[in-house]
């Protein structure tokens, strides 16, 4: 078995220095939640703010339809606009389903979130209470 893990942010992890008591374990899920929350939250960010632009998106694309529509009556020439229409509101679905994909995934990012807070904060209880719990300090081992 080899001894060491390189974890998603390219840091080696030694596993036999891994602790098998609980509060052992517990250390371990702590630091993941340390190091999982400030992914989860800007990722988050990141998901609201591609919403806000899909729907920015759609309303732009439904304007256009609707002017290229406009242009399309008043016309004296016979310019057929309706492919472009057609294309224009095919991206507009696109953007909505895409947008959709994006509820849905905000969502579960934000249930992570409250999960891993409402673990955290038992854990933390569950410590405290039966007297393990120290604060971690940089300086000590």
């Not at 242009?71 to 492919?83: G, R, S, T, W």
Request: proline fraction near 4%.
């Amino acid at each position: 078995m080899n001894d060491t893990w390189l974890n998603p942010l390219g840091v080696h992890i030694n596993l036999t220095a891994v602790v098998e008591t609980s509060s052992g374990k517990d250390a371990i899920a702590e630091g993941l939640v340390d190091l999982l929350k400030p992914a989860i939250q800007q990722l988050d960010l990141h998901v609201h703010s591609v919403r806000e632009s899909q729907v920015e998106l759609r309303e732009h694309i439904d304007n256009l339809a609707t002017e290229l529509c406009r242009i399309n009556e008043h016309q004296k020439v016979a310019l057929d606009l309706d492919p472009y229409v057609k294309k224009l509101l095919n991206a507009r679905r696109r953007v909505v389903l895409v947008n959709n994909i994006l509820q849905n995934a905000q969502e579960r990012l934000r249930r992570l979130n409250h999960n891993v807070a409402k673990e955290t904060a038992r854990r933390k209880t569950m410590l405290e209470a039966s007297g393990v719990f120290t604060s971690r300090s940089p300086s000590k081992p």
